[in-house]
Each structure stands twice: as C-alpha cells, then as structure tokens.
C-alpha cells in the first residue's frame, strides 16, 4: 500500500472512485424526475412504421439497487483499503490476515508434527499418513530444483535413486536438508590447460567403460592421480564427506558426455543445496527427510 513512490499515485486512484461515485448518483438523479405534463414523451425514434422509443423513467426497484451499491462502496471504502493509500478504519490488511491463518494453521497442526519429529525416520516411512503429508511438503519446497517426479535435473541431484553425493542415511539426508551442502569442485583449465582437460575427461570416461584413444587415457590418468584423487577417491569411487560424485557409475549429475565432463573439469562445479533449518523448521525437514528416504528405499512409490 504504501509503496507508492509519490502521493499523486494515492490521488490518482482515490479522485476518479469517489468522482466516480458522485457521478453515477448525479446522473440517475438527473434522470428520474417527474415530466409535468405526464404524457409520454418520445425519442423521436421511429422503427417499422409505428414503433416508437419512449422516454420513461428508470425503473424504480432498479434504481434502489444502484443506490444501494453506491451506499454498500462507501461503507466498504471508509471500513477497508480501498481509497490510494488510506488504510480503512478498521485496519484490515490481507498480509495481517494470512500471518494470523498461518499461525492458526500452524498451532493446529504442530502437535502432529511433533508426534512426527519423535518417531524414527525409517519408521516414519511406513505411516502412510505422514507419507502423504510429506510428499505435499515436497511438492511445495522442493520441486523447483529436484522436479516434481523427485528425479533432478543437470546439477540438481536425483533423489529417486540409490546414488548419493552426500550419501543415504536417513539421518544424512536429514542434515542435508536442515544445513544445506556447497558442492565445491575447483577449476582446473588454467592448472591443465585444454589438452590436459581433454586427456582427464578421457580418462573420467573411461572409469564407466567408454573407450577413447590409452594415449591420452593414460595421460590424463597422471593428471587424475595427482589432482583429482584427493576428493574423487583412488578410483574415481567419489567421497561423501565432499559431496565428490563417483566418477564410475554412469550416474551424472552435470552429465556425461565428453564436453560435459570436459565443462565440469575446466570450469568447475558449484552446486549450492539451501539450507532449510530456519526456513521450514525441523519438524518439517523430519517429516521431508522420511519421505525422501522412502523414495529411494521403495521403488514403486508413486510421484508426489
Ligand atoms: C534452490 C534449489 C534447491 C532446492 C529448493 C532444494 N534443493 Fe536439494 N539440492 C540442490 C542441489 C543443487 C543439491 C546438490 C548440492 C551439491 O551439488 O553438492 C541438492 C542436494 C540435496 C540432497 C543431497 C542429495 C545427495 O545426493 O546426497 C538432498 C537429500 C536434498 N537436496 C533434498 C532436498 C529437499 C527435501 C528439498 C526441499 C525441502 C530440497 N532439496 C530443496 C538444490 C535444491
Ligand atoms: C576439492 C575437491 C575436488 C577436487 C580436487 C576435484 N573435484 Fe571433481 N568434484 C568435486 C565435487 C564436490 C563435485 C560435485 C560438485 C557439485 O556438487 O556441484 C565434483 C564434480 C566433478 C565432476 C562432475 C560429475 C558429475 O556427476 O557430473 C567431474 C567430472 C569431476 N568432478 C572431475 C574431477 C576431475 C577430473 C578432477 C581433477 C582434475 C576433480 N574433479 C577434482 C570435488 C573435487
């Protein structure tokens, strides 16, 4: 409301309502007064012949609702928000509104939240219920980034599967969840320049079986060896205390192909997982962490 850069905003909208509103009660005044003489008195339009157009007056239970309206928008205008900036004598503000209906909403639902927060996370899978409410909590929260069918996109990871950057425990997932994780994979195009990138891509592929030219493979292998290993592990099998993907098991988060990984390799990676402790509370991200973790421990869920 009081947004408006400046006060001629506020003028612009209340001056055309209420001149508005006069206007509408000036012209159905000005047109039911009484004709003196009492006969009818025409247009001096005239249709087939002999049909002509009247000039009566408005019809009365008509005109009551006009003046009824009229009288239903002033009481509105002076009670809400209506008038540019002026707020209404009674103070009603839709933001107020919807802070009391979810406070209310909240007091009444977080008993079963609680009852949520003290059960186990794998046991919670189990209580179809509190599935349920779960898979509604993602669709709300989580969608955006990891899809509405809970299996990612490039950078977003698939929470569908079994494949875990930061791994599968209930309680890992939870803590992803409540604190966030910051993928942390450095560039490398200036350390390696364009070939080495090229060599250590070959390489990356094939530990998931892709052949390409064991000159450059094993070339980009020293590189591996000596850059790579300390996050992505001795055989690429990754590391989920970094969040550092397997690089063998065809799982890709930004993809596998050659320009793919040769992208991921020069230019590095970022994914950044926000953290929702303070956004959703902990009850929430109790009830979202079950319900992730059914997802990649029953197959046959259906899509939230
Ligand atoms: C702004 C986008 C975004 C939103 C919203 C988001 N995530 Fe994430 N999430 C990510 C990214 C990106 C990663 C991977 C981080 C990385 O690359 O290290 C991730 C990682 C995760 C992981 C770890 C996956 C693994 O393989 O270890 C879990 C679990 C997860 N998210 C669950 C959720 C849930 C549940 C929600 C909803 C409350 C959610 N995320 C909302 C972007 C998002
Ligand atoms: C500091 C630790 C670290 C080092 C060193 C490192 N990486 Fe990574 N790498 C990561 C992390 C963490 C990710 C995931 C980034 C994300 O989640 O956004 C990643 C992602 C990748 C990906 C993308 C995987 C996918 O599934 O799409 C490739 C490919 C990769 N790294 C290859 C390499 C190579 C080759 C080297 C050596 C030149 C290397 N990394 C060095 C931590 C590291």
New binding site residues.
Partial sequence: MADFTSPFWSWFIILPVILGLIGVVWLALANTGKRKDGAPETMGHIWDEDLQEYNNPLPLWWLYMLYLSVAFSVIYLVLYPGLGTFGGVLGWQQTTQYDQEVEQANAALSPLYDQYLSSELPALTGNDEAMRTGAR??ST??????GSDARGAP?????RDT??????EPA???A??LN?????MPPWDKTLGSDGVLAVAEYVRSLSGKFGDPNIISAGETQFKMLCVSCHGDAGQGN?QL?APNLTDEVW?YGGSQQQIMASVGQG??????P?KE??GEA??HL??A??YSLSVDKTKSTP
């Fill in positions: 909590l993602f929260y989580c969608t955006t980034c990891h950078g977003f990871p698939n929470l494949d875990w950057l930061y791994g599968g890992t997932i939870k992803s969840i966030g994780r910051n993928g942390v989920p969040g988060l990676r970022q994914g950044k997982m926000p929702h956004f959703l929430k991200a979202l962490a319900y992730v």
